[in-house]
């Protein structure tokens, strides 16, 4: 699947996020209160009802990079799946950007970088809030 994919995501699309996550709280917070949060379905992979093998993926995947899956059933993983969102939220015009050479690479590697950092940034700002 290409970056631009993305563009063609469908609504509704279901948001598998971290539950115990500070920063990932944050922004289904954010969407929760999203003039357009109809678009959005989120599930916490921290339920204890939720079962990754059901979706034909596993636990750790899922805590490795954002998953969603929009209303056709196609997934997006790791930064497409941050544009798929994005694009069902009516932000095109920045998903578009986000796919340009250069720009597209570039939000790929830190979103890398983020994924692996989010918890521990998380911990660090939210302590940094409360001194």
Do not use: N
């Not at 469908?10 to 948001?15: C, E, F, G, K, Q």
């Not at 939220?89 to 690479?105: A, E, F, M």
């Not at 979103?111 to 700002?125: E, K, N």
Request: charged letters at 25%.
């Amino acid at each position: 699947m290409t970056r631009r994919a993305t563009l063609s995501a469908r609504a509704p699309v279901t948001l598998f996020h971290d539950g115990h996550c500070p920063l990932c709280q944050r922004e289904v917070a954010w969407l929760a209160r999203h003039p357009r949060r109809e678009r959005i379905l989120l599930v916490d992979i921290q339920a204890p009802d939720f079962d990754a093998t059901a979706l034909g993926s596993s636990f750790a995947a899922m805590m490795g990079r954002l998953h969603v899956r929009d209303a056709t059933g196609r997934w997006f993983v790791g930064m497409d799946a941050s544009r798929a969102l994005y694009a069902v939220l009516g932000y095109r015009r920045l998903v578009w950007l986000s796919t340009l050479p250069g720009i597209g690479g570039a939000m790929d590697a830190g979103y890398r970088w983020f994924a692996r950092r989010r918890i521990r940034l998380g911990r660090w700002l939210k302590r940094r809030g409360k001194d």
